[in-house]
């Protein structure tokens, strides 16, 4: 079964600092790569997904994500963060397993923004 | 004009009891999921149904009972609650089964047993 590891589980940043989110997977195949924001109080939601192409991607809100297929990673990234950016990051894949596909998230990240 | 909503948000509830949370999506998709996320917030796939049939059964006790009357609601019944049980159940759903669908999760119900 494939595994997502996220290995920050705890950022602490100050405003306007730059922010990396590290995510290793485990499958070997082919997948589609996604990152959740979950802001206090509220529901996840998606940040931004990797299906193809360019292994740079461009999500909301300024964050960006880098495929890189040969480390298995999925780095999430921003240049300059808000404080208004502080809550839970969860990378996931879909890969397939069995037959069907099995959405596996990693543990997540909190990241507190200080202002 | 909530896309996926759950009922009820907090359950509190004793050990050996039984409970349900309700989920409906009001996006027209046809997958649904449920997911347990712990203390740790590890968010972990329970459940999934497409068109009402279900498709991820990721070793769940069988004391939870997933119900899809329709395809736009997915109910959990939990049988016999532990105190393990304790966590915040998500329910999501997806324009349809397969790799290249995000999801869109709902506001979560926090299952609390004493």
């Known amino acids: 079964a494939q595994s997502v590891s996220q290995h920050n589980h705890h950022v602490i940043l100050s405003e306007a600092a730059s922010l990396e989110l590290g995510c290793n997977y485990s499958?070997?195949?082919?997948?589609?790569l996604f990152w959740y924001v979950q802001y206090p109080g509220q529901h996840l939601q998606l940040l931004l997904k990797?299906?193809?192409?360019?292994?740079l991607v461009k999500g909301i809100k300024g964050f960006e994500a880098e495929f890189i297929k040969s480390k298995f990673s999925f780095n999430l990234r921003k240049p300059s963060v808000q404080w208004s950016d502080t809550a839970e990051y969860f990378c996931?894949?879909?890969?397939?397993?069995?037959?069907?596909?099995?959405?596996?998230f990693g543990r997540g990240t909190s990241l507190i923004v200080h202002p | 004009d909530t896309a996926v909503s759950q009922t009820p948000k907090y359950l509190v509830t004793q050990m050996g009891n039984d409970k349900s949370i309700k989920c409906e999506q009001n996006?027209?998709?046809?997958?649904m999921y449920w997911y347990k996320q712990d203390s740790k917030k590890f968010l972990k796939i329970m459940f999934s149904?497409?068109?009402?049939?279900?498709?991820i059964n990721e070793t769940v006790p069988n004391r939870f009972s997933p119900k899809s009357p329709d395809k736009a609601h997915l109910n959990l019944h939990i049988n016999s609650l532990e105190l393990g049980d304790s966590a915040v159940y998500f329910c999501?759903?997806?324009?349809?089964?397969?790799?290249?669908?995000?999801?869109?999760f709902g506001p979560g119900t926090r299952l609390t047993v004493t």
């Open positions: 999501a759903s997806s324009p349809g089964e397969g790799w290249a669908y995000e999801q869109y």
């Open positions: 499958y070997g195949g082919t997948v589609n």
């Open positions: 990797y299906f193809s192409g360019d292994p």
């Open positions: 996931a894949v879909n890969a397939p397993s069995g037959g069907s596909y099995i959405p596996t």
């Open positions: 996006l027209g998709h046809d997958t």
């Open positions: 149904y497409n068109n009402k049939e279900l498709i």
